[in-house]
C-alpha cells in the first residue's frame, strides 16, 4: 500500500519510477463508482473533473464494464489489417448521432492528439499546406497537435514545429477572414476553449468560420474532443451552431474512460485519405469500440443530453446566484464549465475544494473548471454548490 499512500513517503515511490511530467500528483485515487472516487487514505470526492471530461458515464459503470468484459473475452484486438463487426457499429452509431449518417465517414485513433494529428494530415492531402488556428486553443502535444495549439509557454522548448500554422485571435470573424486564403488547406477551432478556460466562441463565429472556410474551399475542423460526446447539453457543439464542419475530432468522453479517438470526416473530406497513407496499431480496437457503443447507447437510452443541460444550468444558476466576493462569474454550455473568479486561481482552491470532497480544475488565470461525469446528480451538483463558498473561504484566509 506504501507506493499508492498519499502522504510524504508516497510521493517518494512515484518520483523514483514515474517521469515528472505533471509534477506533483494531487491525489492518489483507486476506486470510483459513478461521479465518486476514493483515494488510497479511503476519503470519498464528488469528481468534478471527470478525467478531464472523460468518464462521460462516471466511473465503473456496469454497461461500459460489461461491453469490455465481453469484447475482451471474445476478441481483444485486430489491428487494422482485418475489421470486427464492433468497430464498424461504433463508426455507424457515432454517424448516426452527429446527423451524418448518409455523409460521414470514421477514422478511428487513440487519443484527442492523435485525432487532431490525423485531421492535419488529412488537411494536407487538399493540396496545401497552410493552416490557422487560434491563440489560447489546445489540440494536442504531439507535434503535429503542439503546432496547432496556440499556446506558447507549451510550445517553446519544442521548436520548431510543423511550418505553415498561423494563429488568430479566437472568436475573432474578421481576422479569421483576414488569415485564411485560397492556399489554406484548414481552419482548426474549439467551438468552446476548454484548456483556455472555458470560453465559448462568441455567437455567429462558428457560422462565419463556415462560410469563410466554404468560400476558399478550405477544410473546417472542429475539434470537439472536449465539447463532443454530450458534454455541452448537444451530442455536438457543431449542432447547436447549425453548421456541419469538414472534419470533427473527437476523443475523451467517446471511450467513456478507454483510450479512444476518433476523425469524423463528412463528404469529400471523408474520402482523402487512401489506403496506406495513415494509420495506428490500436486504432479502432474493439475492446475501446465496445466501450464507446455503451457510451453511446447508455447517452441515449437514458436522456443523458437533456439531463445534462439541466444540471449545468442549474450549476450555473447557482454558480451566477452565488453572493461570494471571489466569485465573478460562471461561462461554458451544458457541464463544461468554468466558474470566473476576481483573483488568479490557485492550486489553493483545488485543495480547499477537495477538502471539502469535491475534486475541481483549477486553469490559469482566473478559472475553475468543472467537467464532470454526465451522470452527475442533482444532490451532488446542489452539495458542490453548497460548499464552494466556504472552500474559497479557506484560500481567502489562507493566503
Ligand atoms: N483537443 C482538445 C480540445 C483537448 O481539450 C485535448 C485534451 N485536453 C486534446 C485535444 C488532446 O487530447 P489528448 O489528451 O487525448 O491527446
Request: net charge negative; aromatic share 4%; hydrophobic share 45%.
Amino acid at each position: 500500500m506504501d507506493a499508492l499512500s498519499s502522504n510524504a513517503d508516497g510521493r517518494q515511490h512515484w518520483q523514483s519510477a514515474l517521469m515528472d511530467n505533471y509534477g506533483t500528483p494531487g491525489l492518489t485515487l483507486v476506486r470510483g463508482e459513478g461521479a465518486r472516487v476514493w483515494d488510497a487514505d479511503g476519503a470519498e470526492y464528488v469528481d468534478l473533473v471527470g478525467g478531464i471530461a472523460v468518464n462521460a458515464l462516471g466511473h465503473a459503470h456496469p454497461d461500459i464494464v460489461a461491453a469490455v468484459t465481453e469484447q475482451i473475452t471474445k476478441l481483444g484486438h485486430t489491428s487494422n489489417l482485418y475489421v470486427n463487426p464492433v468497430t464498424v457499429e461504433l463508426a455507424e452509431a457515432l454517424l448516426d448521432v452527429a446527423g451524418l449518417a448518409a455523409q460521414g465517414k470514421v477514422l478511428f485513433v487513440n487519443s484527442g492528439a492523435e485525432a487532431n494529428e490525423a485531421a492535419l494530415k488529412i488537411s494536407r492531402l487538399t493540396g496545401r499546406t497552410k493552416v490557422v488556428a487560434c491563440e489560447g486553443a489546445f489540440h494536442g502535444r504531439t507535434m503535429g497537435s503542439l503546432s496547432l495549439t496556440g499556446q506558447p509557454g507549451k510550445k517553446q522548448p519544442f521548436e520548431p514545429l510543423v511550418p505553415g500554422v498561423v494563429h488568430v485571435p479566437f472568436g475573432d470573424a474578421d481576422a479569421l477572414r483576414a488569415a485564411v486564403d485560397t492556399d489554406t488547406a484548414a481552419v482548426f477551432l474549439e467551438p468552446i476553449l476548454g484548456e483556455g478556460g472555458v470560453i465559448p466562441a462568441p455567437d455567429g463565429y462558428l457560422q462565419a468560420a463556415r462560410e469563410i472556410t466554404k468560400a476558399t474551399g478550405t477544410l473546417l475542423v472542429l475539434d470537439e474532443v472536449q465539447t463532443g460526446i454530450g458534454r455541452t447539453g448537444d451530442w455536438f457543439a457543431f449542432q447547436r451552431a447549425g453548421i456541419v464542419p469538414d472534419l470533427i475530432t473527437l476523443a475523451k468522453g467517446l471511450g467513456g474512460g478507454l483510450p479512444l479517438g476518433a476523425v469524423i470526416g463528412v463528404g469529400e473530406a471523408g474520402e482523402l485519405l487512401k489506403p496506406g497513407q495513415h494509420g495506428t496499431t490500436f486504432g479502432g480496437n474493439p475492446v475501446c469500440c465496445a466501450a464507446g457503443l455503451a457510451v453511446l447507447r447508455a447517452i441515449s437510452r437514458d436522456g443523458l443530453i437533456d439531463h445534462v443541460s439541466r444540471v449545468g444550468k442549474d450549476i450555473a444558476a447557482g454558480v451566477e446566484d452565488m453572493a461570494h466576493p471571489l466569485v465573478k462569474g460562471v461561462r461554458g454550455a451544458g457541464l463544461l464549465i468554468g466558474i470566473m473568479l476576481n483573483e488568479p486561481v490557485s492550486p489553493a482552491v483545488a485543495q480547499a475544494a477537495q477538502a471539502a470532497g469535491y475534486l475541481v480544475n483549477p486553469v490559469a488565470p482566473d478559472t475553475i473548471r468543472l467537467a464532470p461525469p454526465l451522470i452527475l446528480s442533482q444532490e451532488q451538483a446542489e452539495g458542490f454548490l453548497a460548499a464552494l463558498p466556504g472552500a474559497l473561504d479557506t484560500t481567502t484566509t489562507k493566503d
